[in-house]
């Protein structure tokens, strides 16, 4: 019998009070939340878009912003942010001074419709 553990998400940014959200195997997003879930991080909602928020920054670590790859939001380290965009096709990244401001710039790109989490494995270039 195999057992799904239940997870949480955050629907406020990262610097104010979270808005907390279970996740469990009956929600009709779980699979998609679980896609969306990068390692060492906290996942956020912004107008039903997940991405990522690192737990921690590790001091002299850069912090990046990915708005295409196969993980979205804000990475912390480049080796991460290498994991979200390597074989993604037209990835998107950038670096940023902050969690903060990096997760500004996440949910202005979710507002404008320029973000998106792709299956790097999915495209049709691979094929050719």
Same mark, same amino acid.
């Given at each position: 019998m195999s057992m799904t553990i239940p997870f949480v998400v955050n629907s406020a940014l990262s610097t104010e009070n979270?808005?907390?959200?279970?996740?469990?195997?009956?929600?009709?997003?779980?699979d998609n939340a679980v896609r969306s879930l990068a390692d060492k991080s906290v996942l956020h909602v912004?107008?039903? /878009? #997940?991405?990522?928020? @690192?737990?921690?920054?590790?001091?002299?670590? !850069? /912090? #990046?912003?990915?708005?295409h790859g196969?993980?979205?939001g804000v990475v912390a380290g480049w080796e991460n942010t290498l994991n979200c965009i390597l074989s993604v096709p037209g990835a998107v990244h950038f670096h940023v001074?902050?969690?903060?401001?990096?997760?500004e710039?996440?949910?202005?790109?979710?507002? !404008?419709?320029?973000?998106?989490? /792709?299956? @790097?494995?999915?495209? @049709?270039?691979?094929?050719?």
């Open positions: 979270p808005e907390l959200t279970v996740i469990n195997k009956n929600h009709p997003r779980y912004h107008k039903a /878009v #997940f991405y990522n928020v @690192p737990v921690q920054v590790k001091p002299c670590q !850069e /912090v #990046f912003c990915a708005t196969a993980y979205i001074d902050s969690i903060a401001i990096g997760e710039k996440i949910r202005n790109a979710i507002d !404008e419709g320029c973000i998106e989490m /792709v299956e @790097p494995w999915a495209t @049709p270039d691979l094929y050719k």
